[in-house]
């Protein structure tokens, strides 16, 4: 993509795909969704993760899987509420940005 992610736009994508699942997700798989859509490395998320839970948007907490303690991440009451305003700034702003692009700004 040839437009900028910037730190808020970050939280609203992994705070959108943590919250799909009510168990929460692990770094490599939220890694690999949030790649579906923009270009991620781990090193770029993890800093994320880190800002939203200190934030408190999200908990975390292990599980063992294949004898190895694997580190998920689930949303919090006050991490929807972030997501929601994200969501509605987003539909705010892309609707603006579409008019402008369909003419209709002047």
């Given at each position: 993509m040839v437009f900028n992610t910037g730190a808020a736009l970050l939280d609203a994508i992994v705070l959108a795909v943590v919250s799909r699942s009510a168990e929460g997700a692990y770094g490599y798989k939220i890694?690999?969704?949030?790649?579906?859509?923009?270009?991620?490395?781990?090193?770029?998320?993890?800093?994320?993760?880190?800002?939203?839970?200190?934030?408190?948007?999200?908990?975390?907490?292990?599980?063992e899987c294949a004898g190895r303690n694997r580190r998920y991440y689930k949303v919090t009451e006050?991490?929807?509420?972030?997501?929601?305003?994200?969501?509605?700034?987003?539909?705010?702003?892309?609707a603006r940005i579409n008019s402008i692009f369909e003419g209709g700004v002047k």
């Open positions: 890694t690999q969704e949030v790649r579906q859509v923009i270009e991620l490395s781990e090193s770029t998320l993890y800093p994320v993760l880190r800002r939203l839970q200190k934030d408190e948007c999200l908990e975390v907490y292990d599980m006050k991490g929807r509420s972030q997501l929601n305003l994200y969501e509605s700034e987003w539909y705010r702003y892309a």
